[in-house]
T-cell receptor, first 115, second 112 residues
Framework: DTGVSQDPRHKITKRGQNVTFRCDPI?????LYWYRQTLGQGPEFLTY????????KSRLLSDRFSAERPKGSFSTLEIQRTEQGDSAMYLCASSFAQDSYNEQFFGPGTRLTVL | GNSVTQMEGPVTLSEEAFLTINCTYTATGYPSLFWYVQYPGEGLQLLLKATKADDKGSNKGFEATYRKETTSFHLEKGSVQVSDSAVYFCSGRNTNAGKSTFGDGTTLTVKP
C-alpha cells in the first residue's frame, strides 16, 4: 500500500500527558499537511510543510502543539499537556506541489481521546 | 479568509433518487474546488474537482459545476445507491496555497 499512513490509529491519554503522532506521506510527495477534525465538523487546517520547511501554521496551533518534518519525509505532531478539548481526529495529507491540481491525499487519521 | 458553506444534513434518500448537496464558497480570487467523500471508518477521498469557472468535475456518476457568478459548487447525482451512503465535504483551496478550507460535511444515507 503506497498511500498516506498514520500511527497510531487510536490514542487514549489522560489530561496533562504528552502525545506524539506520526505521518508517513506518499513517497514522492514533497508537501505534508496536518488537519484536525472534530465530530460534526470538517477538517481544520493546522500546518503544512514543503520538504522540511514548515511554511504555514494556523492560529489553531497553540504553543502546546509542535510539528516537525526533519528529513522532508515523515512528520510528527506532538501535543504537550493535553486537554480534553484536544480530543479529535488528527488527519495527515500529502501532495506533490508541482502537480497542476496539487491534489491532497489523506491518511486514515489518528483519533485522540483525552480523558 | 476563505470559507465554505455546505447544506446541512443529514440527508436521507431512497435508492435511485436524485441527489443535490449545496455548497457555496467565499474566497479571495478564484480557488480550486473539490468534493471529498468519507466512508465510515475511512479517510477522506477526493471525489471530484474543478479548477476554474464553468469547469465540471465528475466521477462515479457524481457531478459538480464551478459557478463563479453564484460562487457555488453543488454536488449532484442522478440516481443514488445504498453504497453512496457517506459524509460528503466541499472544499476550496487557492492556487499554490497550502491549506484547504472545508465545509462541515453532509451525511447522506441511502435506503434500499
Amino acid at each position: 500500500d503506497t498511500g498516506v499512513s498514520q500511527d497510531p490509529r487510536h490514542k487514549i491519554t489522560k489530561r496533562g500527558q504528552n502525545v506524539t503522532f506520526r505521518c508517513d506521506p506518499i513517497s514522492e510527495h514533497n508537501r505534508l499537511y496536518w488537519y484536525r477534525q472534530t465530530l460534526g465538523q470538517g477538517p481544520e487546517f493546522l500546518t503544512y510543510f514543503q520538504n522540511e520547511a514548515q511554511l504555514e501554521k494556523s492560529r489553531l496551533l497553540s504553543d502546546r502543539f509542535s510539528a516537525e518534518r526533519p528529513k522532508g519525509s515523515f512528520s510528527t505532531l506532538e501535543i504537550q499537556r493535553t486537554e480534553q478539548g484536544d480530543s479529535a481526529m488528527y488527519l495527515c495529507a500529502s501532495s506533490f506541489a508541482q502537480d497542476s491540481y496539487n491534489e491532497q491525499f489523506f491518511g486514515p487519521g489518528t483519533r485522540l481521546t483525552v480523558l | 479568509g476563505n470559507s465554505v458553506t455546505q447544506m446541512e444534513g443529514p440527508v436521507t434518500l431512497s435508492e435511485e433518487a436524485f441527489l443535490t448537496i449545496n455548497c457555496t464558497y467565499t474566497a479571495t480570487g478564484y480557488p480550486s474546488l473539490f468534493w471529498y467523500v468519507q466512508y465510515p471508518g475511512e479517510g477522506l477521498q477526493l471525489l471530484l474537482k474543478a479548477t476554474k469557472a464553468d469547469d465540471k468535475g465528475s466521477n462515479k456518476g457524481f457531478e459538480a459545476t464551478y459557478r463563479k457568478e453564484t460562487t457555488s459548487f453543488h454536488l449532484e447525482k442522478g440516481s443514488v445507491q445504498v453504497s453512496d451512503s457517506a459524509v460528503y465535504f466541499c472544499s476550496g483551496r487557492n492556487t499554490n496555497a497550502g491549506k484547504s478550507t472545508f465545509g462541515d460535511g453532509t451525511t447522506l444515507t441511502v435506503k434500499p
